[in-house]
């Protein structure tokens, strides 16, 4: 049935992944079209995380397909050091139309872990630039999860993710996770919490604020369980660190593009962000991109030397690729064509009554969710990370659902295509997955 040789398995260590674990029983999908993946053994599975939170217009879309076949044939590859070719311009344009005020100038990357280490570049290079070299140090979150490079792990606040790769950065500081007990089952923004923002003060006081570049948090931390912020606390995370002159970064990775409801986070909750990182569902996952928005005032402070010097010695070899810029245009059509952030905005509350109504288990700790985002937490039972993994792998086998599991949390994110039914279809299969840990 699988496609693939014993060896060919063994070849390819894969990411994340328990690799024997994974090769003793292959979970192989072949084919994927709008809702669906098809796995080798010919079964339809119901995406419920849009792959990894990316495919938001859903699966096999055409006009991608089409736009990246064209491109290929015409310009498959020109540098944009000190060359140029017109779809990374054309691209950058239509992003600036969709970003929140203010965040007007693009750099292009390849991945969300290349945005978050390009963005923290750009603050400390931005603070030297205007002569604060002392500017030096991050603020993280707890359990906040920033991709995978070393500037992105030393931020990030997921233990596994950091126990391996040594000392990391120097001179980073996190704050609390933004959650308080007492919140469990709220739907959208818990109301207590605002407050935890305040621990930037204290980190500020430990310091000072002439030491600190940047402070970096996902606006509704995804990777690390789909963690909604308090009401306000965002907006008190601006106010203190603008009153410090410590710049603010949204990592949007997985908010962008409709997620929870409106072009970016930031959009929604109207908090803006000096820079914001980006990737997934900017090219709908369909060949890889990632971009990072800058202020214009920090574009500014960097364009003051003589005109024929490198403002910026960072970039990529595929910063702004033709084939990856021609999926990037096609996919914002797909968005704008059928006004999928605002369907996402509309069904939250469907979303939102659906998650919810699997509280009846008493094996589930909490629920969570925000535009079309949703968290399915369980008591961890004796072997903590096993219920979570046995109802993914329940919903893979038997009830034709793909779900993704963090220890004993289970993620949903679907393509943003989806439908009241298809949404009736998933959270049924998981719950008849909750239903096997009985
Ligand atoms: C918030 C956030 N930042 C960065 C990343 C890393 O993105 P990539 O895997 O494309 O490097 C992710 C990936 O899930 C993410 O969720």
Redesign the pocket.
């Known amino acids: 049935m699988n496609p693939n040789t014993s060896s060919e398995l063994d070849a390819f260590w894969m990411p994340f992944t328990a690799n024997r674990q994974y090769k003793a029983e292959p979970r192989m999908l072949v084919s994927a079209k709008g809702m669906y993946y098809h796995s080798e053994d010919g079964r339809a599975i119901i995406d419920g995380t849009a792959g ?2 990316c495919v938001n217009a859903g699966h096999g879309r055409s006009q991608i397909a089409e736009a990246v076949s064209a491109q290929v044939s015409q310009l498959d590859y020109a540098p944009t050091f000190q060359m140029g070719h017109p779809l990374p311009f054309e691209l950058a344009q239509r992003l600036i139309e969709l970003s929140p005020r203010g965040l007007d100038k693009v750099f292009f990357t390849n ?6 280490d390009t963005a923290l570049k750009i603050a400390l290079a931005y603070h030297r630039a205007r002569g604060s070299n002392g500017k030096t140090r991050f603020v993280g979150r707890e359990k906040g ?4 490079g070393f500037g ?1 792990i030393s931020v990030g606040g997921l233990d596994n993710n950091r126990r391996s790769f040594g000392s990391l950065l120097p001179g980073v500081d996190h704050l609390k996770h933004a959650w308080l007990p007492g919140s469990e089952f709220t739907r959208g923004l818990p109301e207590q919490g605002a407050e935890l923002a305040d621990e930037l003060l204290d980190i500020i006081a430990l310091h000072g604020a002439e030491s600190i570049a940047a402070v970096i948090v ?1 606006p509704l931390a ?2 690390g369980g789909v963690w909604v912020p308090p009401q306000g606390y965002l907006k008190r995370l601006r106010e203190i660190s603008q009153a410090h002159d410590i710049l603010l970064i949204f ?1 949007e ?2 908010t962008g593009f409709g997620r929870v409801g409106k072009a970016f986070a930031a959009t929604r909750f109207d908090v803006i962000p000096d820079i914001m ?1 980006i ?2 569902g900017l090219t709908n996952g369909a060949i890889p991109m ?1 971009a990072v928005f800058i202020q214009n005032n920090l574009y500014t402070a960097f364009m003051q030397g003589p005109p024929e010097v490198i403002e910026l010695f960072h970039g990529y070899t595929y910063s702004g690729h033709p084939v990856a810029a021609a999926a990037g245009l096609a996919t914002l059509d797909i968005y704008a064509q059928e006004n999928l952030f605002d369907k996402a905005l509309h069904l939250e509350d469907y979303w939102a009554e659906s998650i919810h109504s699997l509280r009846e288990f008493d094996v589930v700790k909490d629920i969570r969710n925000l535009g079309l985002t949703g968290a399915v937490e369980f008591h961890p039972g004796a072997s903590p990370g096993k219920r979570g993994y046995q109802v993914f792998h329940h919903a893979y086998w038997k009830q034709d659902a793909l779900v993704r599991c963090t220890a004993d949390t289970i993620s949903l994110s679907p393509p943003l295509i989806i439908e009241e039914g298809e949404i009736d279809q998933l959270i049924h299969a998981l719950r008849e997955s909750i239903k096997s840990l009985y």
């Open positions: 990894l939170w991945s969300g872990s290349e945005s978050v999860y920033h991709g995978t992105g996902e995804g990777s990592d990775v997985i990182s990737a997934k990632g």
